[in-house]
């Protein structure tokens, strides 16, 4: 019985080491083939970022309860939102650029409504992994002014890595002047339309710099307002999301990113595929090694029974 109990106690870490090495090869073939050259027209992205975006919403209910997940959800839709309509109106924040009809309709008939539910798709995900590299849980029990703004800081460079790699792949496009005239010309036999364009094109794949910059100051003023009156906010964690493999769900939503971006592409800019594994997979394999390799405290799947309203107080909460 002893060395039957010393197996089992194993199989964790040993399904982790498993896990990270079918990822690293996924990584890597993903980067050996240069990536599939596939019209964004054929990606069902009016299926695919509003289904994400409910699996972070719905875990995000779990772990957090309605108070906090609802707020983090509002303020990440509404505040990507103004960044987006007044960058694109503008063109002061992120560059001057626009979008297609590749994403479908549009608000106020400059950004397409999925847009600030893909903002949010990456940004549970990115505050569930800041909170694991930086305190060792998924939920933040820091107060005080300087650790909300290192953490808000930590959690929008780990949100706008996603976008080093997403961009270049959205917005290639093989025009010479950027002009919505050339767009909607293009042969969407081999490249097809890209979801925005770059009326300036710049140093990174064609994406100008001032992009990113864009990226981390609307990701930093979404953590740093949330994170700011989180804790005045109600914690109702659901009974068993304590357990790891709940835990890891939004890690995986993030590294499941990280994946495409490694295989969705187009030859012309190949090279792209070698930034995600480590400024995306980098954060994402700490905050997974942190959970599976540091918290062996906590059980592997759910395996107590909630408590007659289904709530209990959370273990994150307590460093329990």
Same mark, same amino acid.
């Given at each position: 019985?002893?060395?039957?109990?010393?197996? *089992?106690?194993?199989?964790?870490?040993?399904?982790?080491?498993i896990l990270t090495l079918f990822t690293i090869i996924?990584?890597?073939?993903?980067? %050996?083939?240069?990536?599939?050259?596939?019209? *964004?027209? %054929?990606?069902?992205?009016?299926?695919?970022?509003?289904? +994400?975006?409910?699996?972070?919403?719905?875990?995000?209910?779990?772990?957090?309860?309605?108070?906090?997940?609802?707020?983090?959800?509002?303020?990440?839709?509404?505040?990507?939102?103004?960044?987006?309509?007044?960058?694109?109106?503008?063109?002061?924040?992120?560059?001057?650029?626009?979008?297609?009809?590749?994403?479908?309709?549009?608000?106020?008939?400059?950004?397409?409504?999925?847009?600030?539910?893909?903002?949010?798709? !990456?940004?549970?995900?990115s505050y569930v992994i800041t909170n694991l590299l930086a305190e060792g849980g998924p939920i933040s029990r820091?107060?005080?002014?300087?650790?909300?703004?290192?953490?808000?800081?930590?959690?929008?460079?780990?949100?706008?890595?996603?976008?080093? +790699? !997403?961009?270049?792949?959205?917005?290639?496009?093989?025009?010479?002047?950027? +002009?919505?005239?050339?767009?909607?010309?293009?042969?969407?036999?081999?490249?097809? =339309?890209?979801?925005?364009?770059?009326?300036?094109?710049?140093?990174?794949?064609?994406?100008?710099?001032?992009?990113? %910059?864009?990226?981390?100051?609307?990701?930093?003023?979404?953590?740093?307002?949330?994170?700011?009156?989180?804790?005045?906010?109600?914690? %109702?964690?659901?009974?068993?999301?304590?357990?790891?493999?709940?835990?890891?769900?939004?890690?995986?939503?993030?590294?499941?990113?990280?994946?495409?971006?490694?295989? *969705?592409?187009?030859?012309?800019?190949?090279?792209?595929?070698?930034?995600?594994?480590?400024?995306?997979?980098?954060?994402?394999?700490?905050?997974?090694? =942190?959970?599976?390799?540091?918290? +062996?405290?906590?059980?592997? *799947?759910?395996?107590?029974?909630?408590?007659?309203?289904?709530? =209990?107080?959370?273990?994150?909460?307590?460093?329990?």
């Open positions: 019985m002893g060395a039957i109990s010393t197996r *089992l106690a194993r199989i964790p870490a040993t399904v982790w080491l996924l990584f890597y073939v993903g980067i %050996r083939t240069g990536g599939f050259n596939m019209p *964004l027209e %054929r990606i069902p992205w009016s299926i695919l970022v509003p289904s +994400t975006a409910a699996i972070c919403f719905a875990h995000s209910l779990l772990m957090l309860g309605w108070h906090r997940a609802f707020t983090l959800f509002a303020m990440a839709v509404s505040i990507s939102f103004v960044f987006e309509y007044v960058g694109e109106s503008t063109g002061l924040i992120f560059g001057p650029y626009f979008y297609t009809d590749v994403l479908g309709d549009k608000a106020f008939g400059r950004i397409p409504y999925l847009i600030p539910l893909a903002w949010y798709m !990456m940004f549970y995900p820091r107060e005080g002014f300087v650790p909300v703004v290192w953490l808000s800081i930590l959690s929008a460079l780990v949100m706008t890595a996603w976008d080093l +790699t !997403m961009d270049p792949v959205m917005s290639f496009n093989t025009c010479a002047d950027t +002009t919505k005239v050339c767009v909607d010309n293009l042969d969407e036999v081999n490249v097809g =339309h890209p979801a925005w364009v770059w009326e300036k094109p710049g140093p990174h794949f064609g994406v100008p710099l001032e992009n990113f %910059r864009g990226w981390l100051i609307a990701s930093f003023t979404v953590f740093f307002t949330y994170r700011l009156v989180e804790r005045r906010l109600p914690l %109702r964690t659901f009974a068993g999301m304590d357990a790891r493999i709940m835990v890891v769900i939004p890690v995986g939503v993030y590294s499941a990113m990280a994946l495409v971006d490694t295989w *969705l592409g187009y030859p012309e800019i190949e090279d792209v595929h070698l930034i995600s594994p480590f400024v995306m997979g980098i954060p994402a394999f700490f905050a997974a090694f =942190h959970l599976f390799a540091n918290r +062996t405290d906590l059980p592997l *799947l759910p395996g107590k029974a909630p408590p007659d309203d289904g709530w =209990h107080e959370s273990s994150w909460e307590t460093g329990a």
